[in-house]
């Protein structure tokens, strides 16, 4: 049996921000997760994965909206169904509720926590804001600081949109002093009903430019130091391993989204009537995991791939991307941009990926990289110390 993965929303669409690119603010506001539905998610989750391994990830809207009795519930469910089983937790937040006793709490338990942050102040706070329309930033960074305080595990996800992708020297450069050595990338790609792109998403343009940038500048200093989820999994891919990351997969499926009351969705981009798959309380997880519906929404992503998508040469690295950004009968929004980072990335991750073969290290290739220059042509002196905190 195969098994799946499940973005478990506890407290549905509800959230304490009010970011204007955000695409789940016009969902309706679900009762938070009840005991018995709680109950039956981790219980069937834990059922549902074939190996030894159980990764549970809760997500949003704000899942800290549950409160933290909520998730002591949750641990103590997990110690009761994981029949021997390795349970691993991640929490996405926007971490304006992490108190001291919230990261105690964490790091008592091992959860990883992503951390939604996007960039300086200036960028994070045009368009991540609360409910009255105020600055978040300055509390995402009090957070940030209180994590490493209480030594939480946490990962920075960045939704790069129209305006910090145009400044990848500068988001680079402060992303890497914040502590962390990990970093997702997002590209934000929505569609008004009009099918266009709406002015807060990155153009192929500006995500080839700026993924090719940041790539360089790592290249240049931060090889084996700052993992960044793209880069290592192309990475893979020129070491003969699958992608990943669901939406450069070659298939989706078995990636759910699980609503508060129990109804579960194939895909947390695809949340509506058509791509409902069922509910926990009238049909396992594990019978839904191996349903004929998703099946056949798994497969249509590489059934449906545009013509010139099947003649590309960088299409076993992204395979047509994520279906949400592909307009109806037409390639990925960001084709463009992923075909001149892979193109540009490819003989620097040749080169790594022979010197794993030799049982090397990639990091030897730091001094070969090309010089760095700013966004006035001099050039820039790496900083010695990624790991150094300026927050």
């Not at 069937?44 to 800290?64: D, K, L, R, S």
């Not at 971490?95 to 996007?118: I, P, T, Y």
């Not at 914040?178 to 709406?198: K, R, Y």
């Not at 449906?304 to 307009?327: I, M, N, S, V, Y």
């Amino acid at each position: 049996m195969k098994g799946c993965h499940v973005m478990a929303k506890p407290a549905g669409s509800r959230c304490n921000l009010s970011c204007h690119y955000c695409f789940y603010l016009d969902k309706p506001a679900l009762p938070v997760m009840d005991d018995e539905t709680l109950r039956l998610y981790i219980s069937q989750h834990i059922a549902a994965q074939p190996g030894e391994e159980v990764a549970f990830a809760w997500q949003g809207g704000e899942p800290t909206l549950c409160g933290l009795p909520f998730f002591k519930k949750v641990v103590a469910l997990q110690a009761r169904y994981a029949a021997g089983k390795r349970i691993h937790n991640s929490l996405q937040t926007n971490g304006l509720l992490l108190n001291d006793e919230w990261c105690a709490f964490l790091h008592q338990h091992q959860w990883l926590v992503g951390l939604s942050l996007d960039g300086p102040e200036e960028m994070h706070d045009r368009y991540r804001v609360t409910r009255r329309g105020l600055p978040s930033h300055h509390r995402v960074i009090a957070t940030l600081n209180r994590l490493r305080e209480h030594q939480v595990a946490f990962n920075l996800m960045v939704v790069v949109n129209h305006l910090n992708g145009q400044q990848p020297e500068q988001m680079y450069a402060y992303l890497r002093q914040l502590g962390t050595p990990w970093l997702q990338f997002i590209p934000l790609v929505e569609w008004d009903a009009a099918g266009n792109l709406t002015p807060e998403s990155v153009t192929a343009e500006v995500w080839g430019s700026f993924l090719t940038d940041v790539f360089m500048r790592w290249g240049r200093q931060d090889i084996g130091r700052i993992h960044i989820q793209l880069f290592e999994s192309t990475l893979g891919i020129w070491n003969g391993f699958p992608s990943q990351m669901c939406v450069l997969s070659e298939t989706c499926g078995h990636a759910f989204a699980l609503e508060a009351n129990g109804d579960l969705y194939q895909c947390d981009h695809f949340v509506g009537p058509q791509w409902f798959v069922g509910n926990l309380h009238q049909t396992t997880l594990s019978q839904l995991n191996t349903s004929q519906p998703v099946i056949t929404f798994g497969m249509a992503k590489k059934a449906q791939l545009p013509a010139e998508c099947l003649t590309c040469r960088e299409r076993p690295f992204c395979h047509g991307d994520c279906p949400k950004h592909r307009p109806p009968g037409g390639k990925s929004a960001l084709c463009e941009g992923y075909r001149r980072f892979f193109r540009e990335s490819a003989p620097w991750m040749a080169m790594m990926r022979d010197l794993i073969r030799r049982r090397r290290s990639p990091a030897e290739l730091m001094g070969a990289f090309p010089e760095l220059t700013d966004s006035r042509g001099q050039v820039v002196i790496p900083c010695t110390n990624s790991h150094q905190s300026q927050a």
